[in-house]
């Protein structure tokens, strides 16, 4: 069962520390979004990217935090010099390409998720 | 404008209860409503999903209920079962973007 899978599934860093995490998409899937999950909190739109394009990245902070999809490879999330308050839990989803190139946007399916702990 | 708000933000139900969680949004431009289901250390799970031109969708034991004139939306789950006990969110997406707007969640908890 190909989902989408995320690693690692837990990161340990020390402030100041760079943390990366990857996400493969499902199969056939070429819509990668990345949401953050604060404890006890719902989760917040990070970023939208399809292969090699950034196409939404209004939830990204302005600084620290960058994300690429390669042509070949997984999707990566990258946070530079760490912060206690980067702790989370950071989830990866995927969706198909819809019609005309389009994305269907119905059905986004969500990896286990990298949990990210700040010491 | 771009929140959906959630209630309650924990439940208990007795087995073989209904549990009824609900949502409410501002922006009239969402046009499709998920519901998703979480277990701890795990990620967000589709459970159900309406578009606003239908008032009611159902599936299996569970159910989203409508209201587009109220912008609200409700989850009920029929015979909660001890299994159903996770973190429920509601969500939306904006008609054109790609993103989903969730819900702070709801920690439900059935009681056997």
Known sequence: ?119 | QQQVKQSPQSLIVQKGGISIINCAYENTAFDYFPWYQQFPGKGPALLIAIRPDVSEKKEGRFTISFNKSAKQFSLHIMDSQPGDSATYFCAARNQGAQKLVFGQGTRLTINP
């Open chain 1, 1 to 119: 069962n190909a989902g989408v899978m995320q690693n690692p599934r837990h990161l340990v860093r020390r402030r100041g520390q760079e943390a990366r995490l990857r996400c493969s998409p499902m199969k056939g899937h070429s819509h990668v979004y990345w949401y953050r999950q604060l404890p006890e909190e719902g989760l917040k739109f990070m970023v939208y990217l399809q292969k090699e394009n950034i196409i939404d990245e209004s939830g990204m902070p302005k600084e620290r935090f960058s994300a690429e999809f390669p042509k070949e490879g997984p999707s990566i999330l990258r946070i530079q010099q760490v912060v206690r308050g980067d702790s989370a839990a950071y989830f990866c989803a995927s969706s198909p390409k819809g019609r005309a190139g389009r994305n269907s946007g119905n059905t986004i399916y969500f990896g286990e998720g990298s949990w990210l702990t700040v010491v």
